[in-house]
């Protein structure tokens, strides 16, 4: 966990999403934000860049605009949001948290690799700020309704208070998925295992070319214990994710190995 803050001040938030500023569910991560105490600094991108990942703009510059009171706008990846939001825009207030999301819809399973949502909170947690990132699952052609984000807020809300009474480990982020509607319970999870293997579409464009889609579907793999089994029980789901992701069983059996030398 940082340092507390003096009691002088709020704790500080920083917002910020994958599905661009103006997504609902950054609206509500701001409300939850604000009813569990903290004070929001929202830099989020000037539009969606869901499945981004970890993407960091190194060959162009980037563009800030000031959207409000303490809100920014970036013409970039969410990773680049939370980089120039720490290293830069908040440098004289730095944040105590960083919140990512509410996705609209889930990181589940392998989704946390492609995911722009999860990367916000691996590039706080790189940048030593602790970071929770929030996702909702819903199809994407049955959004929620309104009072579905009044139950997943309440969920967050108590959330980001678990975390902030609890120590918070180095190096380790949160990936919480919330299911659609009032949750049943709450879940500490392991990943489970998500493939979009099947999904590419190849059709012809209207000048005769072919032209392919990654779409949505995937195969899933839920398993005992996993985030994917969690939500589909209708329970809040939390993940704890570490940025080192060595296999240490294979780097073990890698440095025991006999037989011609590798190098
Ligand atoms: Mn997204």
Redesign the pocket.
Known sequence: MSAPPDSARPRRALIS???GIHSPGLAALERAAVAAGFETYVVAPDR?Q?ASSHALTMHRPLRVAKAGERRWVVDGTPTDCVNLALCSILKETPPDMVFSGI???PNLGDDVTYS??VACAFEGTLLGVPSIAFSLDFRRDDPPAEEAWAETEAAVVKVILFATANPFPRETLWNVNFPSGQPVGVRATRMGRRRYGESVVEKIDPRGRPYFWIGGAHIDTAGDGTDLSAVADGYVSITPLHLDMTDYRALAELTGRKGPDLL
Do not use: F, K, P
Request: hydrophobic letters at 10%.
């Open positions: 999403n994958d599905d969606e869901s996705n609209l819809g722009g949502t």
